[in-house]
């Protein structure tokens, strides 16, 4: 366990609440979670980083995330919601490029291309570029009664296609049509239905049920994790049909365990039946 650390002016917390885990907690209450340009860049920043073995992202205060920070088209940070181009579309304009353009995929990328598991820890709704982070992370538990939605129909956004293909690789077509076209919020139960979370479990239980994932996955040889997620993103970029080159790669990727000491300790821990000692070589 660490002591936790203040990041982006204390909207992102980090701690090592296991042997080999990093949390990284969303901690922007007063706007319900809102991802601001400071907290993009801390958590690419930051992830971009980190060696752990497994990482967390999560939320606080009954909040995952909200998403991004459209509250930044007005320039008031005390008002909820942007105020409309009416009185100076120029300008609102312009702020909505400023917002469009800014990197917010540079977060996602580091979360995405992030070596080993990360777990999307649900404590509360995640809605629009806050449901995209957690689609980001490769499992998700989410706390039961949370709400789960993609708004953007309702705000006149077209969505990034970057964005659209999470949600058609783990949910499917019909089902990224009926989120997006609908605007509406589901809960966690039938997101669990339609692939956008992996468990619901009590808001109580949330935080051990998650740590036990997230320490399970340190405990385990760091080249067999680094190695199959890589195979994963892998598959998931290609499809069933790999190039020759690509699954020439992955051939040889699988085989490379086989001189590692990692594995040659992990078979003698077995035999011996005791914990392996993990040296990632």
């Not at 995330?65 to 459209?70: K, T």
Request: glycine share 10%; proline share 6%.
């Amino acid at each position: 366990m660490s002591r936790p650390t203040e990041l982006a002016s204390g909207k992102l917390i980090r701690d090592e609440p296991e042997a080999g885990v990093v949390r990284l907690r969303i901690a922007n209450p007063a706007r319900r979670g809102a991802l601001d340009h400071e907290i993009l860049d801390t958590l690419a920043d930051t992830v971009g980083s980190l060696d752990a073995r497994c990482l967390v992202i999560t939320g606080s205060d009954g909040m995952f995330s909200a998403g991004y920070d459209i509250g930044n088209l007005d320039g008031d940070r005390n008002e909820p919601r942007p105020t409309p181009a009416g009185a100076d579309p120029q300008r609102f304009d312009e702020r909505a490029q400023r917002l469009v353009a800014h990197p917010f995929h540079a977060a996602l990328k580091a979360l995405g291309e992030y070596p080993f598991p990360v777990i999307g820890a649900l404590n509360g709704h995640a809605i629009g570029g806050g449901l995209e982070l957690a689609l980001t992370c490769d499992i998700r538990v989410a706390a039961h009664g949370i709400k789960l939605g993609m708004p953007p129909a309702k705000l006149g956004l077209i969505y990034s296609h970057t964005g659209l293909r999470k949600f058609v690789e783990l949910c499917g077509p019909a089902h990224t049509a009926e989120l997006f076209y609908l605007g509406r919020t589901v809960d966690a139960g039938r997101g669990r239905e339609i692939g956008l979370v992996s468990h619901v479990v009590e808001l109580e239980d949330l935080e051990r049920r998650t740590l036990d994932m997230a320490a399970g996955m340190a405990a385990n040889a760091p080249l067999s994790l680094a190695g199959t997620k890589r195979m994963l993103r892998t598959l998931r970029a290609y499809g069933s049909v790999l190039p020759e080159d690509v699954e020439r790669e992955m051939v040889d990727l699988r085989e490379s365990c086989f001189t590692t000491e990692d594995f040659r300790e992990g078979v003698r821990a077995f035999i011996e039946k005791r914990a392996p000692e993990w040296k990632g070589r």
